[in-house]
């Protein structure tokens, strides 16, 4: 027996049909009859035959890989995402190609003009240097595109996002029913609507609780555990007399433990931890965190689906705006 990979022509061989009909049954872009079509599909199952991906994609202008663009493939906001858009992808008969954008519009300019190069049939994309009006120019295009933990209202319907305002809202206003008076927050940077929407949701809580709105609580940081550790540091200098920090994420969030166990502060007896996202580790840090749930999986799964629909002519009933969930575990106690 040949150790030559089996050819389109072997697979028209066994079917005994002509091997424009094998193409035709495998690119799928003219109707065969289903007895026909059987009889093509079990030779290929048969023989082992694997189609050329590149040959194909020239007969139907479709490369069945769809690109993705995130902050930063590594971090672990981003895993839970990209694993709800590749699972969907999956099931769908298509490929993910991913890569990050790393927050620098540049970067994130070079990911997309990479993706579109290699041909994939449509984009699903988390950026956030890049303006809403080249975003708009690029929606505009030939291939679909949707945002992801993103909105822009002129993309009414295009848009996967979580209520940060809320979230924000949530986290402030649990600390706040805890009995704890001096809260404070370390934001992201500002320049990302998330951060801005958080801090505002924080604003809201405490103002309307009577406790009012205090600057020197509030404290710019990077997102990073590095960030959240100095922050810390900075933040206890400056207000030592703070009872609760609430960290705009998690990563933040596992920064100001450990400096507050450096510092020899008990945790919550001492200062209560608030975080945000719930991702994976969360519940692994010491004391587990008490945070707000992104459901970040799920939102990546609805822009998928968005996505396919729009690729391929169709209509699709999908939640674009999650709403974010308290989760309680132990790194926050009563005052």
């Known amino acids: 027996m040949s150790d030559e990979a089996p050819t389109i022509r072997d697979v028209s061989r066994r079917a005994q049909v002509s091997v424009s009909t094998v193409s035709r049954v495998l690119n799928g872009i003219v109707p065969v009859a289903d007895q026909t079509r059987q009889r093509v599909l079990q030779a290929v199952q048969e023989l082992g035959y694997r189609p050329n991906a590149f040959a194909r994609s020239l007969v139907t202008n479709r490369s069945n890989a769809i690109g993705v663009v995130v902050n930063d493939m590594t971090s672990p906001f981003y895993s839970g995402m990209l694993r709800g858009v590749e699972q969907e992808l999956y099931a769908a008969g298509y490929y993910m190609l991913p890569q990050s954008g790393h927050a620098e519009i540049e970067t994130e300019r070079r990911a997309l003009d990479f ?150 502060k008990s945790i919550p007896e001492d200062i209560s931890v608030m975080g945000y996202d719930d991702v994976l580790f969360a519940r692994y840090l010491y004391p587990a965190l008490t945070t707000v749930r992104q459901p970040l999986q799920a939102m990546g799964a609805s822009a998928t689906r968005l996505v396919l629909a729009a690729l391929n002519s169709e209509e699709v009933e999908v939640q674009q705006k999650f709403e974010p969930e308290l989760i309680v575990r132990q790194s926050v106690s009563n005052r």
């Open 115 to 264: 993706l579109q190069q290699r041909r994939v049939d449509a984009l699903v994309i988390h950026v956030e240097s890049i303006a809403d009006e080249e975003l708009l120019q690029l929606m505009a295009g030939d291939i679909p595109v949707i945002l992801v933990a993103r909105q822009i209202a002129e993309a009414n319907g295009k848009c996967v996002h979580s209520d940060n305002e809320l979230g924000g809202r949530l986290a402030t206003q649990y600390l706040i029913d805890q009995g704890h008076g001096r809260i404070a927050h370390l934001t992201g940077p500002l320049h990302f609507p998330d951060s801005r929407a958080r801090l505002q949701g924080y604003r809201q809580a405490l103002e309307q609780s009577g406790l009012g709105f205090d600057e020197a609580l509030v404290i710019e940081s990077d997102w990073l555990e590095e960030g959240g550790y100095s922050s810390c540091l900075r933040l206890l200098k400056r207000c030592p007399d703070i009872t609760a920090i609430f960290a705009g994420n998690d990563q933040m969030a596992a920064g100001v433990l450990q400096a507050l166990r450096e510092l020899g």
